[in-house]
């Protein structure tokens, strides 16, 4: 068995041990017996693309022909840098989402991709320390370490161009993750491949998990599903969870989707809807402190020194270069990192988001929820719009109080 992380930068070489470069990819189709096709080099010419026949053996160095083939990535396969390496995946357990740490080749009969693993030992091989952590744990507890495997049968790849997939068999497990953590996994997929998981779902269940889902996510999900489950969902959320959603629809679909819903969770849909009238931007300010995922906390330390007085500044909202929203984090969370640490290490990814739509008494209610001074206002596109702060939504609400 081979594992890409002793692949990786391994010298390429003719017969003649003549250099030609060094490997820094393996290209594999996507499917349900993922040949590896070709390999990507890094020669003094450039990126070179080698077809997989080309090699004559592997060992210390990796041989190839002098008058080797060059070739281009297909439409059809993936990149095991790109798809498979540092990418989510939920475990055999299916409690947790963790990282692929390494990518296991089969040789014999042909190359294929057998599986990854998420254990230690796969970080291990790419820092060269594998027999020397073997050796320690051995020392202390008599017995060697092991990889975590996963074998290839077990993924489903679901959007795997995109680099995310989750197991076949334990799919029905997912439950045990925390919603919030389900959403951010799940927002990243097509709505056909998010419905495809949510069906799995136990109904109070699914319904947590989409009201943790982004606001441009709730949209799309909701206009593509039909009324009366929509309608089914929604009675097992929250009411002001049901009305936040609603408000995202056009005024027909909500129509559509308000005729079928139960009697009871109608009723309190009703109750909340009068509140929508007050209008949440009227309340919002842009006065809020953004910073870069990749940007270090010297940086930000400084950019804070020197920026305008922000009156109750309480946390610092991360966006990224689409400016979207994707992160938060504290003045006090910020003090406590190292100066050289990024951003994106430390931040919260699972922010809790408002939108222009949502009812005042409802985003109060949001605030005292989740013990937060202030929410960002964003919109259909996860784009921070505003800020509104639980002094500014106290004032608004007491006189109809």
Known sequence: ??????????????????????????????????????????????????????????????????????????????????????QQIIDIKGNKVIRVNDVAIQEKPYYIIAGVDVGLLGIARWLHIEQLLNKYILSLFGTSMTSNFLPWDDIQPVELSRGKVVLKKEETKLTRLAPEDLADHLERLSVKNLSKILDLLPTEYEAEVIANLNLGRQHVLFRSLKPTR??????????????????????????????????ETKANVDALMPLTKTDLGNLATNEFFIADPEETCANVKMRLKKSADFSG??????????????????????????????????????????????????????????????????????????????????ESIQPNV
């Open 1 to 86: 068995m081979l594992y890409f992380a002793e692949l990786s930068g391994k010298k390429i070489v003719t017969p003649e041990g003549v250099t030609i470069g060094r490997l820094t990819d393996v290209l594999f189709l996507a499917s349900g017996q993922p040949l590896v096709t070709k390999i990507a080099v890094k020669t003094s010419y450039g990126k070179h693309i080698i077809p997989i026949s080309n090699i004559k053996s592997i060992s210390q160095t990796i041989i190839i022909p002098a008058d080797y083939e060059r070739s281009v990535m297909a439409d059809t396969e993936l990149s095991i840098n790109t798809h498979l390496m540092d």
């Open 313 to 394: 500044l309480h946390y610092i909202y991360v966006i990224n270069k689409k400016s979207e929203l994707i992160g938060v984090f504290n003045l006090h969370e910020l003090l406590l990192q190292t100066n050289d640490m990024p951003v994106y290490k430390f931040m919260a990814p699972n922010v809790v988001t408002i939108s222009l739509t949502t009812p005042p008494t409802l985003a109060l209610k949001k605030m005292m929820k989740f013990k937060f001074f202030a929410l960002p206002i964003i919109n259909e596109k996860r784009q921070m719009i505003g800020l509104v702060t639980i002094d500014d939504l106290v």
């Open 230 to 263: 929509a309608a089914h969902i929604l009675s097992k959320a929250d009411p002001d969870e049901a009305v936040d959603i609603l408000l995202t629809l056009s005024p027909k679909r909500r129509e559509q989707i308000m005729a079928a819903l139960d009697t």
